[in-house]
Each structure stands twice: as structure tokens, then as C-alpha cells.
């Protein structure tokens, strides 16, 4: 096996790792995963921006130690290597159980995500600098789809200001107190598509620096 061939593997390994530790609430192992410096990194997802350490702080917070939302179907579909910088792309099934109105739910939510990595050093282990999501579909179904099943759910006005890609899971989430905003990128967003992984990209190639809170450090 080539350097690079390893490093993919090795990078693979830890992004797997890091969705399941986030998932089991094992948050030590979780925070391993991403550059040790707190301000080289960034997290953008639909209810949270900023960096790994309050990221953490904020889905222990909400996460109660019990497992619930599940990333599935996660596989690095295109991992690059150049130097001690990489970026990867995945497509990601994101499931969670939600009881609203006295009915059981769950949410399915498609999305693609896209990090940056770093070598800490030549010969150190690969971290994690960014994790951003975009958005490319959701359902939400009776977790129980028999004739006895009623929903009290309604499309309201406030909902249907969200875009098509994360309707349901922004409902689910303002069912949980939380405030998604409604400019996240999405499949209907395409150029907001192509400003994420277009920037992963110049990362790459070493056209800008280490992107803190989305901005370069250039």
C-alpha cells in the first residue's frame, strides 16, 4: 500500500469513527477526532455554527447520553490527498425517533457532507479541521403506519419558509426548541453547493489557508 493509499485509509477510519462517537455520546473520543487548536476549526450544520468545542458542549447538552439519531449509509465517497492537507466528501443518511402530539416518527434526512483535514505532522496522525453539511432530502413517516395513526402535524406558514431539502427536519427541530435557519445550502442552492466544496477544494491546493468560522486566515 502507497503513502497515499494509506493516508485515504486512515482518514476513512477516522471519519467513521467520529459520526459513531458523536452517536454514542462517547464526546472525548469525538473531539480526538478534530485538530487539537479548537480555533483552526469549524462546524456548519443545520442547527449549529462555529467551532468543535461548543459543538460538543451544545449536542452532549442535548443529546442526554441515549442514542437516537444514527448516521448510517456513511461512506467517504472521494477522499483527496495532497501533502499534509486532504478534503472528503460523503453521502449521509441521518435517522432520529421523535414522539410530536402523542405520535411516533421518524426523521430520515439525506445530506452530503464535505471536511477538511490536516496532518498535524509529517509523520503525526490525520484531524479533522471542518464537518459542513448540505441538504439533499427529507421524510418524515409514522413510526407506526397503521389505520388507528393520526397526525396532528400541519404544514404551517413559518414551515414552508424552509426549502424543500430540510422542511421536515427543521419541523423536528422546532419541535425540540431549536432555530434552524432556512438559507442553508441545499440541492436547490447550487451555488451555495459549489461555494462549499469549491473552497474545500482551493484548501487543497493550497490556495488559501486553514478556514476558520468560513473564512480563510489569509
Request: aromatic letters at 8%; hydrophobic letters at 35%; one cysteine or more.
Amino acid at each position: 500500500m502507497g503513502i497515499e493509499d494509506s493516508d485515504i485509509s486512515e482518514i476513512a477510519n477516522l471519519l467513521k469513527r467520529e459520526r459513531y462517537h458523536r452517536d454514542t455520546a462517547q464526546w472525548d473520543l469525538c473531539r480526538a477526532a478534530f485538530h487539537p487548536d479548537a480555533s483552526k476549526t469549524y462546524i456548519n450544520v443545520a442547527w449549529y455554527e462555529g467551532d468543535v468545542e461548543e459543538f460538543l458542549h451544545k449536542s452532549a447538552t442535548m443529546h442526554k447520553g441515549k442514542v437516537n439519531i444514527i448516521h448510517s449509509s456513511f461512506d467517504p465517497v472521494d477522499i483527496r490527498v495532497r501533502g499534509r492537507r486532504a478534503i472528503s466528501e460523503a453521502f449521509c443518511l441521518v435517522t432520529s425517533g421523535v414522539t410530536i402530539g402523542g405520535v411516533d416518527y421518524e426523521l430520515a434526512s439525506h445530506m452530503r457532507l464535505g471536511s477538511r483535514l490536516e496532518k498535524i505532522t509529517d509523520d503525526g496522525p490525520w484531524r479533522m479541521l471542518s464537518l459542513e453539511s448540505t441538504y439533499v432530502r427529507d421524510r418524515l413517516v409514522s413510526a407506526f403506519p397503521g389505520p388507528t395513526a393520526t397526525s396532528p402535524l400541519v404544514m404551517s406558514s413559518e414551515m414552508l419558509e424552509y426549502p424543500k431539502g430540510y422542511r421536515h427536519l427543521a419541523m423536528v427541530m422546532l419541535s425540540r426548541g431549536l432555530k434552524p435557519r432556512t438559507d442553508l445550502p441545499h440541492e436547490d442552492d447550487q451555488e451555495g453547493i459549489r461555494r462549499i466544496f469549491d473552497r474545500n477544494r482551493a484548501f487543497l491546493e493550497g490556495t488559501i489557508g486553514v478556514v476558520q468560522n468560513g473564512e480563510t486566515d489569509d
